[in-house]
């Protein structure tokens, strides 16, 4: 498998940076950077990396004039410059190369072929897949799931339901959120191809990286209804009420009809789990026959740290 490395003017966010000197690194590296483009590394065992993209808003248009503004005092910059030099000389960050990706992507095409003849679940994935063995190790952990294990866990995981929906997962960042468009080509399965299909839906981790913090939005077709979980509880950003607006209006034929619903309950006390609570909430809504008690029940439950992270070790077990 080929690989590309990554330019010095791209800068890398790290989930698992830890420490005050790593925290100033990674701050050095995104400083001394005025391009869209960044990269998101995929684990903390190698320095493989997944390119990314923010938007060109008005407000990104700001940061960087106030940054090139900050340039010229040299005080910043010349603190900066070390920092991410020597961030650099310890990595070899890399990303797969064009050619990789596509052999990638046909045998992911193959799969999910597999998966309509003996109509399981089958699961569109946006990002490049993890190694199997890679996000199982990630679920044994006492730390922060990645990008990549946390989507890759939820297709799998639906892949094993006995019902017959097809559901997407689609990770997304909270920046990215308004060009969210869902991919329906060839690799869709004929029942979702429909403009409003009558069943199944989308699962969407979303990702926001100033907080490094998951939250999950579901979209069910068959119940005509979108529902928010945060296991932070925390308040709706207005990014995330934006993009709820936006799938009722592209995904449903009737959006006046569409029900909205947040789950107003905090599981979380810790500040690592949210991956796994977000994992969990999909694994409750996809497959409810009946979408509204699955919701009620949900919010009743008391989920601690411990059983959250034991509920990541039995999907490893089930999932080796």
């Known amino acids: 498998m080929g690989s590309i490395k990554l330019d010095s003017h791209t800068p890398v966010y790290d989930p698992w940076a830890q ?10 590296d995104n400083y001394l950077s005025c391009t869209n483009r960044y990269a998101v590394l995929q684990n903390k065992t190698t320095d493989l990396i997944c390119l990314q993209e923010k938007p060109k808003t008005m407000y990104r248009f700001l940061v960087v004039a106030l940054k090139v503004m900050s340039f010229v005092s040299l005080v910043l910059p010349l603190i900066a410059l070390p920092l991410k030099l020597y961030r650099k000389s310890v990595h070899d960050y890399h990303f797969i190369s064009d050619e990789a990706m596509s052999f990638s ?9 597999q998966s309509v003849i003996s109509e399981e679940v089958v699961v569109i994935e946006e990002l490049p897949s993890q190694p199997q063995d890679e996000a199982l190790e990630n679920l044994k952990t006492r730390g922060m799931l990645t990008n990549t294990t946390v989507s890759s866990v939820i297709s799998r995981l639906s892949k094993q339901g006995k019902g017959k929906p097809y559901y997407f997962t689609q990770y997304r960042e909270i920046t990215s959120l308004q060009s969210f468009t869902l991919i329906k080509n060839s690799k ?7 403009p409003f299909p009558q069943e199944g839906g989308i699962c969407i981790p979303i990702f926001d990286p100033t907080i490094k913090h998951f939250v999950g939005v579901f979209v069910d077709y068959q119940n005509k209804a979108i529902v928010y979980y945060d296991s932070l509880n925390l308040p709706l950003k207005k990014e995330t009420k934006i993009f709820l607006e936006k799938l009722k209006k592209e995904q449903f034929k009737e959006p006046s009809k569409v029900v909205v619903k947040e789950i107003n309950t905090c599981h979380q006390s810790d500040g690592i789990n949210c991956g796994r609570y977000v994992i969990y909430f999909f694994t409750q809504m996809m497959g409810s026959k009946n979408l509204a008690k699955t919701i009620a029940s949900f919010e009743k439950e008391v989920i601690s740290s411990e059983e959250i992270y034991q509920k990541g070790l039995q999907w490893a077990k089930q999932l080796s």
């Open 19 to 28: 420490g005050f000197f790593e925290q100033a690194c990674q701050w050095a």
């Open 105 to 113: 992507s046909k045998e992911q095409q193959s799969a999910r072929k």
């Open 188 to 194: 869709v399965p004929t029942a979702m191809k429909k």
